[in-house]
């Protein structure tokens, strides 16, 4: 009999590294079958030990794959012309996550498909589609791959080091009974994979750019960092009223703490992508991944209805006193536009979220001749 590689088999001469890349990939596709003791071409060459070959595939898929395969694999000892091979079946996974290497975890390079005969990495868009399918909206709440989370710049930022207390994790959920960490604590962790990019350009367009800044590392520290280089490019404006001087920030200062924080706690962490704040010469926009959440509209976010992406992240900020509970961020940010006539603008599409401020003081200023030497301050 002449087997022919195709979609839901694939032919090897001997077991390889790579075998666990096609197993994961048969569990997230349709399933399928790995017969090894064949040339590619469908040649049975047997081989001369399989229970060797049986011990080291379930050793390997133990060992690199994630979650646990094996209660969806059957490996067989075959005999055909009286030569020996392993079949290796693999069933469809019925409970919708994706399988994905421990070593590289959930993300691009760790998650395979098969296509037409070939086992290829999963991209980027099919990926967040399957975190969708299999976990939801509840991305804080899943297992983190990792194990070797740090927290020294989120004890450093709430000066008291209770990041470092198993129980004050677990209270804020990221660390199970088990030991195990979530990816809320991710999130909170010097190794979260996230970040904010910010880019200040010099006019109304993206054509020349003053400075850039990337935050990195824990979300806290992200916090901080984010809102420090924006107030940099905030600029003040001093106008003289009758007999008093007034000071204007471009942006109010309330509006922007609301804003980043809303980016961080209500963004979909699902997407690889980060946070993006764009400052030109009349507006700021910051775009986040992750559009409302399913029966909430503007008007509601706008009259403070509370419905967050990520409950867990929410309540931790809570718990540490960096936010309340009111859903007060969004009317915030109305309210420090209320005497002035254009008004922040949020813009919504099904997997990002955009809000617009424009600039208090643009009438003001010539902001295409800023001088040279104000970006080196920056």
Known sequence: ??????????????????????????????????????????????????????????????????????????????TMDNKKFVCIEIFKNAEGYPYYLKNEGLKIGGVFIRCGCNTTPVQSQLLNSMKMVA???CYSEMLCYRDDLTFKEANKKLKNK????????????????SDQYTNLGLLFSDQCEHSIKIVFFQGKTKDIIITTKECTGSILKQLDD?????????????????????????????????????AIIHRNYAFNSSTFVNLYADHLEVLSFGGLM????????????????????????????????????????MKSYADYKNKPKICVSLNTFT????NRNYKF??????????????
């Open 365 to 378: 200023k010539a902001w295409h001749k800023i001088p040279r030497e104000y970006y080196n301050i920056l």
């Open 226 to 262: 984010a809102y420090e280089f924006i107030m940099k490019c905030n600029r003040l404006h001093a106008e003289i009223v009758d007999f008093y001087r007034i000071d204007r920030y471009d942006y109010p200062e309330e509006a922007l703490r609301e804003v980043i924080l809303n």
């Open 1 to 78: 009999m002449q087997y022919v590689e195709n979609e839901t088999l694939e032919l090897k001469e001997e077991f390889d590294d790579k075998l666990v890349n096609s197993v994961i990939a048969f569990a997230n596709s349709k399933g399928g079958r790995i017969l090894i003791g064949f040339k590619s071409c469908g040649e049975l060459i047997g081989l001369s030990d399989c229970k060797d070959v049986i011990f080291r595939v379930i050793k390997a898929c133990r060992l690199f794959i994630e979650p646990d395969i094996i209660k969806f694999i059957k490996i067989t000892e075959n």
């Open 355 to 358: 809000i617009e401020f424009p």
């Open 162 to 177: 209770l990041f470092s207390k198993k129980d004050f994790r677990m209270d804020l959920g990221m660390q199970n009974t």
């Open 294 to 333: 399913h029966g909430t509209d503007v008007i509601d976010i706008k009259r403070g209805i509370r419905r967050p992406r990520n409950k867990q992240l929410a309540d931790a900020f809570c718990k540490l006193g960096i936010t309340n509970d009111n859903g007060s961020g969004i009317p915030t940010i």
């Open 135 to 137: 976990y939801g909206n």
